[in-house]
């Protein structure tokens, strides 16, 4: 895997964690958003539980891609 998407993938995954219990600055509020599945929640909890569940998805994936890549 390049170096380049391990980057950006991990960095987008620690990111939406982080965004789940802090609110990201307006100007970057567009890159984190989450999927529609999550309007059955009530408001205050769908964007938190959506960042923190897209962060989960994507540094798993980052791992998942990792290990396939580099078998150890």
């Known amino acids: 895997m390049p170096v380049?998407?391990?980057v950006v993938l991990?960095?987008?995954g620690v990111l939406y964690l982080?965004?789940?219990f802090v609110q990201p600055p307006e100007?970057?509020?567009h890159f984190f958003k989450?999927?529609?599945i999550f309007v059955f929640l009530p408001d205050r909890l769908a964007m938190p539980v959506g960042r923190f569940l897209m962060g989960v998805?994507?540094?798993g994936g980052l791992?998942?891609?990792?290990?396939k890549t580099?078998?150890?």
Request: glycine share 16%.
């Open 4 to 6: 380049a998407a391990t």
């Open 18 to 20: 982080v965004f789940a």
């Open 10 to 12: 991990g960095l987008f």
């Open 63 to 67: 791992a998942v891609l990792w290990f």
């Open 70 to 72: 580099h078998p150890g």
């Open 27 to 29: 100007g970057i509020r």
């Open 57 to 59: 998805l994507l540094l």
């Open 34 to 36: 989450v999927p529609g």
